[in-house]
């Protein structure tokens, strides 16, 4: 049999009609392929051919037969069938898809041609035989009863018109109508969850685990005093807000866990923006999972559980963190996963898409971990946009459009939001605190009775018989000292030493701490009436203020950090180890503080002149013989940070008898000066420097535990405790559902390992529907639990059970997934007898709920702290050894 061609085609269809004989033997050539697509398309193209094949097989039916390859859509429109990038039809894209839509158009008006040609049985040529076509004309009857069903269709199509324009007007008024849906299962998750939140929420009136850390900053902020702390301020922002708004002034102190909050502390309200959040929460997870396109009654269960989880619920009740950060979390998601489903541009677009970067920046300004929350919208944004590109009916303008719109608002949002919340946190706390130590001496001078507190009047250049102090820059607050103690001649693994005057770093302030600057050709140390002023690039000598002996380097090892040299206060033994007693002052800032030295706000470097070592703050701690200091060193790397110092306090002096300058340094007090000025961008790098360098400082705590431990909930933390009975509030999560989620994670990994197995060998256990649901679920919580559980383990620090909250939110939402797939599953495949395992499935999902909720109960003396509670009945709680309960000791075991 022969080819057949696209003029053959043409040709045939132009001059003839088509039977119901010939257009079962043309789709039969179609499947065997020897009508091409490509000639099916130039036959559509040609003015005579279009309408005849259209009135045989019908438009969309004849282009649906070359749609994707050869294969028949599932679909009802070509429009939504040609999104294959590799379609063949893309290649004449816009010229198929202006003809369909003038095929549409023109169907809505002659849509009784296909009719007539349907219910009338008309010749065709056949195409076996192209050569020889034979052909018959069409009844005249036939035209005439085509005629009459034109003119009442025409009618027919007139009345629709007359009725389309007289309904525009209510069409018009249906945009200004508001309509109000209240979802009652959302409603009642929010208020049973608000019952057990809100339920004696001031009880105890006890500072709880660490409300002792809040509590104080919250106070702080209401008075304006900076304090320090390694997570963003938000949450203490909001609760200090809603507390100030209450009246209350902050004027109180948290010095101990356990103990008592004084009559003027707000308890109810420092602890309401917590609550309400945990309260908020279970609504939100319910939301997010029918984001996620779950089953109403699935979306309900992880409503419930959250609602039921012990962890949570001690977590929401008290003044902490991490139920602000859940929510702001949960709801960033849910509105992204909408965000995801609407149409460029519009309204809902812009609205979701802005209530998810704000929630998910929230997250990220309550604690740092909450940007995990941030990454993980990044990973589903990118992996929708990849999905994008496989779309042909998306211009490259518009796949530009998406992207750079995403980048604008999850990336441009967060950043406004990121600093404006901080830029309020510095605004607000002005005054001097306890924690401002901690910071640079510049950053010190700009708050109110900060160091200016200890520096008015002090001169501002750094001259030739200046007394200073030299503090640290970056890093650990501490000064350079030294004292009259030398290092021992040899150190513990037999290296010998110089037996010189050991110099150390300090944290605390001390007269030892001061050095006097000298011109190394002058003898005096007195500041004339005409100082000597040191620039950058000059050399100097640095000499105790103390002891009057000059700071000293050399080819000696230091005594903890052997690769780099010691550094010392040079002692005349007489021997031919001469003094190494010149330092190169080289200013790092000068570009905006000049090549003078200034106190405080100049940033410099010593440079060892003979050996080219810099003065450095190793960091290493030295053993008794060093009094428990810091090691100070000489390193050849010069671009480490520790090497940076800066002038903090500063006077000259004035006599050249070393006694009365000794009794100077000892009686000698400074008076409050001005504070300095500094922008709001040196003190936001200086507090983010800070900030992340300090989080790895933490003290390890006994109730501290490692990643691999909380997904089996093998510890908790003791938060509180009775001083008078055994009743305590301990962070423990409800066991069943701890142990079911992490089940639950296993079954799923499991399950996309087997149907991924299953699809490459073309398998489909599952229809396309629901394995695109899996994907979808696995995207939002298999991944979400991923990322915000798996960077613990690479973190080297203090680590808590809370810190495991976040990545349990979506353990949780993954699990009320997988019951609902199972449910699938088994409705899917069970049928006749075989449905009763379904209906076991569903009694045992019900049982298991009914376990939940008796566990849950069990538990909330725990939760609460509200009941005072036996020794044996805490002993009855203790199912695992690892949960470390707490008993006074004086009560009896039994």
Known sequence: MGSVTSSNITGLAGKHIWNGSSIRIFNALVTCGVVRPKSLLRVWEAPSTRGSLSGAFGTTTLLKRFCCNGLLPTTSQLVNCCHDINCHLNAPLSSLRNSLERSRRSESRQSFLTETTNSTPTPIPTLLSPSKPSFAPLPTSLESEACKKSR???????????????????????????????????????????????????????????????GKYIAHYMRNIFFFDQHPPLGKQMIAGLVGFTGS???????????SYAANVPVFWLRF??????????????????????????????????????????????????????????????????????????????????????????????????????????????????????????????????????????????????????????????RAGPHDSIMTSAFQASLDGGLASITQGQPLVVVHGSQITLRHTHGRTCWLHSHAAVYPVRYKDQRGSSHQQQVTCYSFKDVNNWWIVKRPERDDLVVGDQPDVIRHGDVIQLVHGITSRALNSHD????????????????????????????????????????????????????????????????????????????????????????????????????????????????????????????????LLELQTKMFWQATQLPSHMYSSQPHEWPLLDKGIAYWLDANSSAQIYLLGNILIWYTASAGLLVYAALLIFYAIRRRRLCFDIPDSEWQRFLSAGDAFFVGYLVHYLPYFFVDRTLFLHNYLPAFIFKLLLLCYVLEHLDFLLRRHCSGRALLLLLVYRLSLMIWLLAVCAFFVKFLPLSYGTRKMSAKEIINLRWKDTWDFILHKNHALN
């Open 273 to 430: 923006v917590p609550a309400l959040s945990g309260s908020l929460l279970a609504p939100a997870v319910y939301k997010l999972l029918l984001a996620a396109r779950l089953q109403r009654w699935a979306a309900a269960l992880g409503g419930l559980l959250v609602v039921l989880d012990n962890a949570l619920l001690t977590q929401s009740r008290f003044v902490l963190m991490e139920s602000m950060l859940l929510l702001a979390s949960t709801v960033g998601i849910a509105c992204l996963l909408h965000f995801q489903r609407c149409s460029l541009g519009s309204l809902r677009w812009l609205s979701t898409g802005v209530t998810a970067a704000l929630s998910l920046a929230c997250a990220g300004c309550i604690k740092y971990v909450g940007f995990l929350a941030l990454v993980l919208a990044g990973y589903l944004l990118s992996r929708h946009l990849w999905q994008l590109l496989y779309d042909a009916s998306l211009s490259n303008r518009q796949l530009w459009l998406h992207a750079l719109s995403r980048l604008l608002i999850f990336v441009g949002i967060p950043v406004v939001v990121y600093l404006g919340v901080f830029y309020i946190h510095l605004r607000t706390l002005h």
């Open 152 to 214: 009442s269709r025409s009618s027919e199509l007139d009345s629709v018109k007359q009725l389309r324009k007289d309904d525009l007007s209510s069409v018009a008024f249906s945009k200004f109508t508001v309509s109000l849906r209240i979802d009652l299962l959302s409603w009642t998750l929010f208020l049973v969850a608000f019952l057990t939140r809100f339920y004696k929420l001031a009880t105890p009136s006890h500072v709880v685990f660490d409300e002792l850390h809040y």
């Open 556 to 683: 000696v090892a230091a005594p903890m950090t052997p690769q780099c040299q010691e550094v010392s206060c040079y002692i005349d033994y007489e021997i031919k180890m001469v003094g190494e007693l010149l330092w190169r002052v080289e200013i790092l800032n000068r570009q905006s503080e000049g090549d003078l030295w200034h106190a405080i706000k100049s940033e410099i470097r010593l440079i060892h002149t003979t050996t080219g070592a810099a003065l450095r703050f190793s960091g290493r701690q030295l053993p008794d013989w060093g009094f428990n200091q810091h090691e100070v060193v000489g390193d050849r790397e010069k671009g480490n940070p520790d090497t940076i110092w800066n002038v903090e306090e500063h006077r000259y002096t004035k006599t050249q008898d070393q006694r009365e300058r000794e009794r100077q340094l000892l009686s000698a007090e400074m008076i409050p000066t001005q504070a300095t000025k500094l922008s709001f961008w040196a003190k």
């Open 249 to 259: 002034g902050g004027n109180y102190t948290f010095t101990r866990i356990g103990e």
